[in-house]
Nanobody
Framework: VQLQASGGGLVQAGGSLRLACEASEMRFIRYRMGWYRQALGNQREFVAQVKSDGTKDYGDSAKGRFTISRDSGKHSVSLQMDRLEPEDTAVYYC??????????WGQGTLVTVSS
């Protein structure tokens, strides 16, 4: 399975970006799909995920500002990020976590929020 992430870029504080991640195939019945991020010098941080049953989870930094959605027909997830802050600057990584199997990761997309 290959993951292709897109949508990163430069935005001013208070602005919005939408990230997308598309999987080359989806052969898992039970899985989680979503995003982590890693800022320079920091550990990778959980952002959001959607499970195969449709439930969604958000990290503390994403609650109330970010929205994850899934397009099952296209094997993709999107992350709508609103009210961005300079602290959101990071490389955002898409992942698929099949239940009982190892993770698959995308190549990362850079989000830069200027103050």
């Amino acid at each position: 399975v290959q993951l292709q992430a897109s949508g990163g870029g430069l935005v001013q504080a208070g602005g919005s970006l939408r990230l997308a991640c598309e999987a080359s195939e989806m052969r898992f019945i039970r899985y989680r799909m979503g995003w982590y991020r890693q800022a320079l010098g920091n550990q990778r941080e959980f952002v959001a995920q959607v499970k195969s049953d449709g439930t969604k989870d958000y990290g503390d930094s994403a609650k109330g500002r970010f929205t994850i959605s899934r397009d099952s027909g296209k094997h993709s997830v999107s992350l709508q990020m609103d009210r961005l802050e300079p602290e959101d600057t990071a490389v955002y990584y898409c992942f698929i976590r099949p239940v009982g199997k190892g993770d698959y990761w995308g190549q990362g997309t850079l989000v830069t929020v200027s103050s």
